[in-house]
């Protein structure tokens, strides 16, 4: 075999792993139902509807009302991240609503769907209330699965559903509280800059090629521990498929002699941590110690080290035995993990938590909006072009919302609530306003 053969042949099935990937990912035996048909064929009513609307309508209210976008694919009328499935053991009898991957990491950018582009205007505890009282359960929700638009408790779904297995996945009679947290405020990265992490989520906690670790999300109790290992390989391709996405290009005109200036003022300022670009690319990995970043804290706090035991004590953390390998543990960190800034014109809101809607003020930390809106539609006439980042309302504070509904109120972020702050990250404000808007200019080109 030719060296150019065997390239090309590692190349292609590179690509044939990604497109599996994609095809599991959108297949309607991805994960168990979370709601019953039932609650699903109620849903209008909680809409304020006598009947279920003409499809096109009802992905207008899932649009509007939860923030989910149109599938790419062909997914039966229903948004991206959501769809008709059969119930474990029913031998496709019995159909449920499930929920996949893209309901977080599923956005829009002028109207189009991105699958890996975070979902920054998503909605999901609305929807699970929603979905909870059109099946007619009188209990609430055992935890918030998000509390502003945008945000949400991915951290707590891990959390929460570990707690109902042993360390082989097998299920307990009773659940171990290892530590809820449902304020973490989590905003979902972007799945292009995977290919360039070493380490993943935003403290940097576990191994960036752990496929176990993104498994996490299949843990409804419908499933034992089987279901894990059957589906680990459709996993390995669903990761190629992350690995396989491209950020964005920046749609609009960039200046690119004011971008070359800014490339200087980034190598200088900002690359010893988002590292460097264009033909040699370098990514440093780094993780930034808390009190050097001073973002908020809740995230890095609100996983706690019970969890972290637990999980390297179980079958996810066991993926790589042997000798010399240490596996793909859960790990300490000491702070937030500085993200490449590939396609980052793209997804605004931004850090960790989302709580600072454009660069411009990322750079500028007295420009920072103290009450903001996150009810965004990614509509390219609605992004700030001099700020990089959709345009947003802001207020002082919060008292305009005294009397209005929970699911308005959701849409305003707070940023002087815990898990919300927008501290930290203070790296531009010693840059002078040219030198932002050259920088700015840059990142664009990214
Ligand atoms: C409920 C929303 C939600 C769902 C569903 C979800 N994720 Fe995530 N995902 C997140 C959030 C939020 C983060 C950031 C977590 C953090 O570090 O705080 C994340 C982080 C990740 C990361 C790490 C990215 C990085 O660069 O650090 C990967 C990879 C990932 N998710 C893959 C998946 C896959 C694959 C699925 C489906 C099997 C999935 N996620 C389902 C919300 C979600
Ligand atoms: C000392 C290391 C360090 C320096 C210097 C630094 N950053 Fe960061 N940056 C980080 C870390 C860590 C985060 C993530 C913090 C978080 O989410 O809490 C971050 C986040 C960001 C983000 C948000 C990314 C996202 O998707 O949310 C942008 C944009 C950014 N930095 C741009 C810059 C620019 C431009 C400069 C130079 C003017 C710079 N940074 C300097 C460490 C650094």
């Known amino acids: 075999m030719n060296f150019l053969f065997l390239i090309t042949t590692l190349l292609s099935s590179q690509h044939t792993d990604a497109l599996n990937g ?22 209008h009513k909680q809409w304020g509807l006598d009947s279920y609307p003409e499809p096109k309508i009802a992905l207008q ?35 449920g609503i499930a929920l996949d991957c893209l309901i977080c990491h599923g956005g829009a950018l002028d109207g189009k769907p991105y699958p890996g582009l975070g979902n920054n205007s998503l909605d999901l505890q609305t929807f699970f209330e929603d979905m909870n009282k059109a099946d007619g359960n009188k209990k609430p929700l055992a935890f918030r699965f998000g509390n502003s638009r945008g ?41 292009w800059l995977l290919k360039k ?17 993104v498994m996490q999300f299949m843990m409804s109790p419908l499933h034992g521990p089987d279901h894990f290992n059957t589906n680990e390989k459709k996993f390995a ?11 964005p290009a920046y749609p609009f005109n960039i ?41 908020d804290s809740k995230r890095f706090f609100g996983i706690t080290k019970e969890f972290g035991r637990f999980y390297n004590s179980s079958w996810f953390s066991k993926e790589v035995e042997g000798w010399f390998s240490d596996d793909y543990k859960a790990r300490e960190t000491n702070g937030y993990q500085a993200p490449p800034l590939d396609g980052v014109w793209a997804t ?42 959709w345009n947003f309302q802001s207020k002082n504070n919060t008292e305009h919302l005294q009397n209005k509904e929970i699911t308005e109120q959701r849409k305003w972020y707070d940023t002087s609530t815990p898990g919300r702050l927008n ?17 700015l200019e840059y990142l664009k080109t990214l």
């Not at 149109?70 to 496709?92: R, V």
């Not at 509280?177 to 449902?182: A, E, I, M, R, S």
């Not at 992490?197 to 960036?208: H, P, Q, R």
């Not at 809607?357 to 103290?370: D, E, G, H, Q, V």
């Open 255 to 295: 200046d690119q002699s004011l971008a070359s200036l800014g490339k200087e003022v980034f190598q200088n300022n900002c690359s010893k941590c988002h590292g460097t670009y264009g033909e040699k690319p370098n990514y440093p990995n780094r993780i930034i110690p808390l009190d050097v970043i001073g973002t």
């Open 22 to 43: 994609q095809n599991y990912l959108q297949s309607k035996d991805f994960a168990a139902p979370s709601f019953t048909l039932k609650a699903f064929n109620n849903l």
């Open 61 to 95: 209210i899932f649009e509007s009302r939860y923030g989910m976008h149109q599938a790419p694919y062909q997914n039966d009328y229903l948004p991206m991240g959501i769809k008709l499935a059969a119930f474990p053991f029913t031998f496709g009898a019995v159909k």
């Open 348 to 389: 605004a809101p931004y850090l960790h938590n989302g709580s600072v809607p454009t660069i411009y003020s990322l750079l500028n930390s007295k420009a920072r909006p103290k009450v903001f809106t996150r009810d965004f539609q990614n509509k390219f006439e609605n992004y700030n072009q001099k700020e990089l980042g």
């Open 237 to 247: 391709d669903l990761q190629a498929f992350m690995l396989s996405i491209q950020p």
């Open 197 to 213: 992490k070493k380490s993943m989520y935003s403290t940097g906690g576990a191994d960036a090629r752990s496929v176990r670790s």
């Open 151 to 191: 945000t949400n408790e991915a951290g707590a779904v891990s959390v929460f559903l570990l707690g109902f297995r042993n360390p082989d996945l097998s299920l307990k009679t009773s659940w171990t509280n290892l530590g809820l947290n449902d304020d973490l405020h989590e905003d979902a990265p972007a799945w």
């Open 423 to 439: 501290t930290g990250h203070t790296f531009g404000d010693d840059l002078n306003e040219q030198e932002r808007s050259q920088v």
